[in-house]
């Protein structure tokens, strides 16, 4: 089994920036790719970055110049910059995890980490 486990969420200021980590464990030969996706009230998920391969980086419109996807192994790691109350939401950690060698990538997800912007 794989877990995804999220931190780094909570409130923050307009303007203000914030770092969000995802740690993946359990049986994993390899991740073929790991993403930040939001929610927020109302609104259907979206995804905010993506990190796939050895570096190769995608960024929602919305987010670019503001905010950087980075891993490390099996962890990565999103920073805010420039926040703007529009970033209130429910971030979820998504991973697609080689389980064993040669075998297709499966889908999992974290359990989500708020991040409120606010003054």
């Known amino acids: 089994q794989v877990q995804l486990v999220e931190s780094g969420g909570g409130l923050v200021q307009p303007g203000g920036s914030l770092r969000l980590s995802c740690t993946a464990s359990g049986t994993i030969f390899s991740i073929n790719a790991m993403s930040w996706y939001r929610q927020a009230p109302g609104k259907e998920r979206e995804l905010v970055a993506t990190?796939?391969?050895?570096?190769v980086t995608n960024y929602a419109d919305s987010v670019k110049g503001r905010f950087t996807i980075s891993r490390d192994e099996n962890s990565v790691f999103l920073q805010m910059t420039s926040l703007k109350p529009d970033g209130t939401a429910v971030y979820y950690c998504?991973?697609?995890?080689?389980?064993?060698?040669?075998?297709?990538?499966?889908?999992?997800w974290g359990k989500g980490t708020l991040v409120t912007v606010s003054s």
């Open positions: 998504y991973a697609l995890v080689i389980l064993r060698a040669w075998s297709a990538g499966r889908p999992y």
């Open positions: 990190f796939a391969g050895r570096a």
